[in-house]
Nanobody
Framework: QVQLVESGGGLVQAGGSLRLSCATSGRTSSNYAMGWFRQVPGKEREFVAGIRWSGGSLYYADSVKGRFTISRDNAKNTVHLQMNSLKAEDTAVYYC?????????????????WGQGTQVTVSS
C-alpha cells in the first residue's frame, strides 16, 4: 500500500503562487509514476502534471505549461507542484496520485493510489 498526503492549498489572489506538496509513504519505489490532478465540482478530473520517481521527462497539461512546475525530493519521498501566475480558472481540489510502473499517464483511472486532496482557490 502507498499513502499520499497533500498539503499547501489555500486562498490566493490571481497572479500569486502556491506550492503543493505530496508526502508519500508505504511501498513506494523508484518504479512509480506520480501525477497531480485537479477537479472542479460538476466537471471531470483533469490531469495537471506528472513525473517519474526515477527521473526523466516532466509532463504538463497545456493549460498550466510555463506556470506550474512539478518536482520530486527523493530523500523526503515528496512530490511538489509549484504553481505561479495563478488564475481564477486554476481553482479546484488538487489531488496527488501514484501508479506503479514508469509510465506517466494522463488518465486518472490508471492510478492506483490517491491522496485526500487539497483545495486551491484563486480570487480574481
Amino acid at each position: 500500500q502507498v499513502q499520499l498526503v497533500e498539503s499547501g492549498g489555500g486562498l490566493v489572489q490571481a497572479g500569486g503562487s502556491l506550492r503543493l506538496s505530496c508526502a508519500t509513504s508505504g511501498r513506494t519505489s523508484s518504479n512509480y509514476a506520480m501525477g497531480w490532478f485537479r477537479q472542479v465540482p460538476g466537471k471531470e478530473r483533469e490531469f495537471v502534471a506528472g513525473i517519474r520517481w526515477s527521473g526523466g521527462s516532466l509532463y504538463y497539461a497545456d493549460s498550466v505549461k510555463g506556470r506550474f512546475t512539478i518536482s520530486r525530493d527523493n530523500a523526503k519521498n515528496t512530490v511538489h507542484l509549484q504553481m505561479n501566475s495563478l488564475k481564477a480558472e486554476d481553482t479546484a481540489v488538487y489531488y496527488c496520485a501514484a501508479r506503479s510502473g514508469s509510465y506517466v499517464s494522463t488518465v486518472g483511472e490508471s492510478y492506483n493510489y490517491w491522496g485526500q486532496g487539497t483545495q486551491v482557490t484563486v480570487s480574481s
